[in-house]
């Protein structure tokens, strides 16, 4: 599995296992709560959360097992 983030602040995991098969990898997830461009991710494989955080200021946590918005975080703006 691999996670991207866009510009739109879209994020969508891709399972590339299909790809080694000979077929195009496919979206497998897509999630919207950001508003700005996605710019890093960390993941808990143990827990299967991944934390994504976005220049909108906030970070979210993601349940991946649910497929669903586990927690956001306030506003981070820095002066």
């Known amino acids: 599995m691999v996670a991207?983030?866009?510009?739109?602040?879209?994020?969508k995991l891709w399972d590339l296992r299909q790809a080694s098969n000979g077929k195009k990898s496919s979206c497998v997830m897509s999630l919207k709560e950001?508003?700005?461009?996605?710019?890093?991710?960390?993941?808990?494989?143990?827990?299967?959360?991944?934390?994504?955080?976005?220049?909108?200021?906030?970070?979210?946590?993601?349940?991946?097992?649910?497929s669903e918005l586990y927690a956001m975080s306030d506003n981070f703006e820095c002066d």
């Open 4 to 11: 991207t983030g866009d510009d739109d602040g879209m994020i």
């Open 34 to 66: 950001h508003e700005g461009s996605i710019s890093d991710f960390a993941y808990n494989a143990g827990a299967k959360m991944l934390c994504s955080a976005a220049n909108d200021g906030m970070l979210g946590v993601w349940d991946l097992r649910k």
